[in-house]
């Protein structure tokens, strides 16, 4: 008999080293998140993935599925402090998302909608970021960033490079590029690589291909970000 | 450079986990982080620049820009404000003639704040090239200023300018009791390991950091190691090693109990982690020294030397086959490093950024091997327990508060310094023995801890009631509470590590939303909206950090609503900022300074 956790009363089933996030996944239950992608090791930054385990507040991503494990994740309160911490990643950096490249097909600006987002309820940040437009294919727009580290993680566990990496400390951590020069034409990031297409936000882009899909034909234009995340994050289990 | 950098790595054995020493050399010699060092050492290490760069901007104390050669720290604990820091900052700069966060022209000088630098009670305090100037006034500085502006080294300051007091007030079980080098390691081999874990274990010892958990527990966790280490043969060896860490990176404002402890009972300490190591199987073990307390380093290696000399560390300890050694390291200004998890990654080389747990650093610490993470006075505490046993410790203190609690006391008092008292004692026997007089209230447990009145002076020190890591600060009815809760939020802010959302963005939208109400934009419903971000960050943050964040904010606004009710303003809404000040630069660019050229702030201020 296989072993089992409750999601929101829910009894699924659980593999032995499967976290919270990946039972879930596996059994059609979404939890709202930023930072996780299923293949790459988990994070726990964004904190959009809290759930209440046994009354403990956890992230979903990094916390081991347990026998008996009793899990909130659906619940008033949840999606409230999810949407604050949504509005949160918002304020701190310039998020125009009518003057954005990937509305429609942003992971932020999806999860802001499925979280019934509908002001920034803090006060904005306006803070300075810069942008490098140095590399032929790929540019890097600071403003959009959210620390969420996936290009980091994907240009060294896909990609086999070193490109990116997270610096600084608290309110003026910011994203680095593995160059003397610190210009991102200056690493060895292609455009076909894995970190340079995995941003959730529109922080990296590739260049020239900016509307080729209309607005209004994009992947989040047409559904909420729960099903497209559940169609197309299930866990592999090969592994 | 290219010579003293490679020197450096040599020396280091071109070891990335030893990036932090490295970087603290390159950044004493040169007075910032060259990039050029930088790509040498990332050759040297074999790890990428980005590893660096991140970690230079991650610590208070590295710059990747040139400071002065003469860098000036001042310390920005509470208790250096209420002694007068502000303006002997302001005296200093106009001294020095340079602002404060900036280098003067010459390159001679830098001035700026620091985290507290644990010298609450002979403050105001400060650094030099990270070396501690103590018991700052007038006639001090005019001296600092004087030998800074003829350029006169370090080594020819008066040493007084640099004189550090224990001021060990009142020793109790532990510290009136030490025990002789060498005594807790013969006492533990004659009652074998079992049976010295045994006597940890019924002393009902608990962390004395300020979380509590039990040390031997943990010490016993760490020796069975995670699962795979149950089938392993402990006869041939294939065990993975273990560490022993001692956090002695003290940062919490208003402790300063461990920079005693080191400097007067460095043996024992020592002594309790070669008991741990022992207890657990390890052969190496760190301690991990805040840089603020870098003048301790010398004196603690010439400890760990004679303890090499007596036999009571290296190889085959007492000449019972037991090796264990011990090696410094020193942090390099970021509080969260006094983080389990985040210390072991300040260890391992990298950023100060808390672990996610499980796994937990008794089953995967340093280099993922199984470690044990304790702080200074636990280590001094379980070498007492080794020699005098369990009974000696659990026949004081209360119920789930077994022996006794240094504390750190500061702020206002006739006497302050560091106090021994057994749990159970009360808040206001404490504040008799220090000489406090009409107070008002008390920071238990520094900014992370909590704020009680006058009204709750019978409360006793027990992790059952105030638990803490013993920062003990005091004010009378003279001060502002907000003047501390301003401060303490200020400083989570700047320390937050930045890793998660709700304490990287929560921390610096505390400080907004307060600063908001404490200079009298606020209007009602601002501190409603201020109680409703304190609990997101409490409730949602990674670690301890973000977790206590808003502790200064929720312990006073739960005894004074009144305080902050008075700072709004009686209208519904008010602007977040100063509108006429906002209008200072356009006047100065049209050259005008008439009634028209001025707004009022609000509807009301019109009429």
């Known amino acids: ?239 | 450079m290219r010579r003293f950098i490679q020197d450096l790595a040599e020396e280091n054995h071109n070891q990335a986990t030893h990036l932090l020493q490295i970087l603290r050399a390159i950044q004493t010699r040169y007075h910032y982080v060259p990039m050029d060092a930088i790509e040498q050492l990332a050759g040297l290490l074999h790890i990428p620049r980005t590893q660096i760069i991140s970690v230079v901007e991650f610590y208070s104390f590295f710059h990747l820009n040139p400071r002065g050669q003469y860098e000036l720290l001042i310390s920005d604990s509470i208790t250096d404000h209420m002694l007068g820091k502000i303006n002997l900052t302001g005296y200093l700069a106009k001294q020095l003639n340079v602002a404060v966060g900036a280098v003067r022209e010459d390159g001679v000088v830098s001035l700026d704040n620091t985290s507290c630098t644990g010298m609450c009670d002979q403050g105001p305090a400060g650094l030099v090239n990270g070396y501690p100037l103590t018991r700052l006034d007038q006639p001090r500085i005019d001296r600092i200023a004087d030998l800074i502006n003829q350029q006169r080294p370090l080594n020819e300051w008066p040493r007084e300018l640099f004189q550090v007091n224990d001021n060990l007030i009142k020793s109790g079980l532990l510290l009136g009791h030490t025990i002789a080098p060498g005594e807790a390691l013969e006492a533990t081999f004659k009652r074998g390991f079992q049976q010295t874990l045994a006597e940890i274990n019924q002393s009902g010892l608990r962390g004395r950091g300020g979380a509590g958990y039990t040390t031997g527990l943990k010490w016993h966790l760490c020796y069975e190691g995670p699962e795979e280490d149950a089938f392993c043969d402990i006869a041939t060896q294939k065990r993975q090693p273990r560490y022993v860490i001692c956090n002695a990176d003290e940062g919490e404002p208003g402790t300063f109990k461990d920079r005693v402890l080191l400097n007067s009972f460095a043996h024992q300490v020592f002594e309790g982690m070669t008991v741990c190591a022992a207890i657990i199987d390890a052969t190496h073990g760190f301690l991990y020294l805040r840089g603020e307390y870098l003048f301790l380093y010398d004196k603690l290696q010439t400890i760990l030397g004679e303890r090499r000399q007596a036999g009571l560390l290296g190889n085959n300890i007492l000449g019972q086959g037991f090796d264990f050694d011990i090696e410094i390291r020193l942090g390099a200004g970021a509080y969260i490093c006094g983080e389990e998890s985040a210390l072991i990654e300040s260890l391992e080389g990298k950023m100060g950024i808390p672990r996610n747990r499980p796994p937990y650093p008794v089953t995967q610490g340093y280099l993922g091997k199984p470690t044990v993470v304790n702080n200074v006075e636990t280590f001094l505490a379980a070498a007492g327990i080794a020699v005098y046993g369990s009974d000696w410790f659990a026949s004081v203190g209360t119920e789930k508060s077994k022996g006794t609690k240094i504390l750190s006391i500061s702020g206002d008092c006739s006497q302050p310094g560091i106090y021994e008292y057994l749990f159970g004692t009360t808040i206001q026997a404490i504040l008799n023995d220090c000489g406090a007089a009409d107070v008002l209230g008390v920071q238990v447990g520094g900014p992370s801890g909590t704020f009680i009145s006058s009204q709750e002076l019978n409360r006793k020190l027990a992790f059952e009631d105030l638990a803490t890591g013993g920062s003990f600060i005091i004010f009378n009815n003279t001060r502002n509470i907000l003047d501390a809760v301003h401060n303490f939020t200020h400083f989570f802010a700047h320390e937050s590590c930045g890793f998660c959302t709700p304490c990287r963005v929560g921390t610096s939208l505390l400080k907004k939303q307060l600063d908001k109400i404490v200079e009298g934009h606020g209007s009602a419903g601002d501190v409603v909206a201020l109680e409703e971000l304190c609990q997101l960050v409490k409730n949602h943050s990674h670690c301890g950090l973000g977790q206590t964040a808003a502790n200064p904010i929720l312990t006073t606004l739960e005894r004074y609503p009144e305080i902050y009710q008075s700072q709004l303003k009686k209208i519904s809404y008010e602007p977040g900022f100063d509108l006429d000040g906002a209008l200072e630069t356009a006047r100065r660019m049209a050259n005008r300074n008439d009634a028209g050229a001025h707004l009022a702030q609000t509807a009301e201020d019109h009429e």
């Open chain 1, 1 to 239: 008999m296989s072993k089992t956790i409750t999601i929101d009363g829910r009894t699924i089933p659980f593999e032995e080293g499967q976290t919270i996030m990946e039972a879930a996944t596996a059994a059609g239950i979404y939890i709202p998140h930023l930072c996780h992608h299923p293949e790459y090791t988990p994070h726990g930054s964004c904190k959009l993935c809290t759930v209440k385990v046994n009354g403990r507040v956890c992230s979903a991503c990094t916390f081991p599925a347990m026998e008996g494990q009793d899990v909130l994740n659906d619940t008033k309160e949840l999606r409230d402090d999810r949407r604050k911490i949504t509005q949160m990643l918002f304020v701190e950096g310039n998020h125009l998302c009518p003057g954005c490249e990937k509305s429609g097909n942003c992971r932020l600006q999806a999860v802001a909608y499925y979280l019934n987002m509908l002001d920034n309820h803090f006060p904005h940040f306006y803070a300075k970021r810069e942008i490098d437009a140095s590399h032929p294919d790929v540019m890097i727009d600071h403003n959009r960033c959210i620390f969420c580290t996936l290009c980091v993680r994907a240009s060294q566990q896909k990609d086999g490079k070193d490109v990116f990496a997270i610096s600084g400390r608290g309110i003026n951590k910011h994203l680095i590029v593995n160059a003397q020069s610190g210009l991102l034409k200056d690493t060895n990031l292609e455009v076909a690589d894995e970190a340079a297409h995995i941003c959730p936000t529109g922080a990296i882009l590739i260049k020239r291909t900016g509307f080729q899909v209309p607005i209004g034909q994009r992947i989040y234009d047409h559904q909420e970000i729960d099903q497209v995340s559940l169609e197309t994050e299930h866990p592999r289990h090969d592994e």
